[in-house]
């Protein structure tokens, strides 16, 4: 149980266009979902957190018009990188919240989603 | 706000024993996790603590202090696939989410 998905793997794209990646909780609903970012041999870094049928709640320093977020549903978010340049370049996970059965309050990784801006 | 800290690197050898410790300053404190992620990976859940004491699970076990902000994670017989970075988390219940802390690299030689 606990499974959480992820769509793309990885993804190569030109500078200025538009990016989005899926993260599905397979086996629960999760109330809340979570965007992070990671550079190599950083520490994770929260973009925002998401809850199902509200607006997201972005950290400070992340522009929300530049990473566009939705969570439509209690098993599907998405998160778009509009018009990604190259220091867009990292590595996305996403990580969901709900009743998975496991302790309260776990979150859950999806297998994040490498992207490389050129 | 929250502060958590962890050693950045630990080296260890293979069949050893290994603890990580992670101290934290929260406000609505509601539960503490141990995440593992290999190089390139994400994170994936290892332990929850949200009452004082030791929780065993295998050759992992993670204990907690509330009252000193503390924690540490202690990995038995180690194995070379246990080379990873570990990573605290804390759960608030005011914010709604959980504080990383920025893991500490484990490297586990022969």
């Known amino acids: 149980g606990a499974v959480v998905s992820q769509h793309p793997s990885w993804v190569i794209c030109k500078s200025g266009t538009s990016v989005k990646i899926e993260c599905r909780s397979l086996?629960?609903?999760?109330?809340?979902m979570f965007w992070y970012r990671q550079f190599p041999k950083q520490s994770l870094m929260l973009m925002a957190t998401?809850?199902?049928?509200?607006?997201?709640?972005?950290e400070q320093g992340v522009e929300k018009d530049k990473f566009l977020i939705n969570h439509a549903s209690l098993t599907l978010s998405t998160l778009t990188v509009t018009s990604a340049h190259p220091e867009d370049s990292s590595f996305y996970i996403c990580?969901?919240?709900?009743?998975?059965?496991?302790?309260?309050?776990?979150?859950?990784f999806g297998p994040g989603t490498r992207l490389t801006v050129l | 706000g929250q502060n958590i800290d962890q050693p950045t690197e630990m080296t260890a050898t293979e069949g050893a024993i290994v603890q990580i410790n992670c101290t934290y300053q929260?406000?609505?404190?509601?539960?503490l996790f141990w995440y593992q992620q290999h190089a390139g990976e994400a994170p994936t859940f290892l332990s929850y603590?949200?009452?004082?004491g030791l929780e065993e699970k295998g050759r992992f076990s993670s204990f907690l202090s509330r009252s000193k902000g503390y924690s540490y994670l202690l990995l038995k017989e180690l194995q070379m696939k246990d080379s990873a970075s570990y990573l605290c988390a804390v759960s608030n219940a005011n914010a709604g989410k959980s504080t990383f802390g920025d893991g500490t690299t484990l490297t586990v030689k022969p």
């Open positions: 998401s809850n199902e049928g509200s607006k997201a709640t972005y």
């Open positions: 086996d629960f609903q999760a109330t809340t």
């Open positions: 929260t406000s609505g404190f509601n539960g």
């Open positions: 990580s969901a919240r709900g009743l998975a059965g496991g302790p309260q309050n776990t979150q859950y």
């Open positions: 603590n949200v009452l004082d």
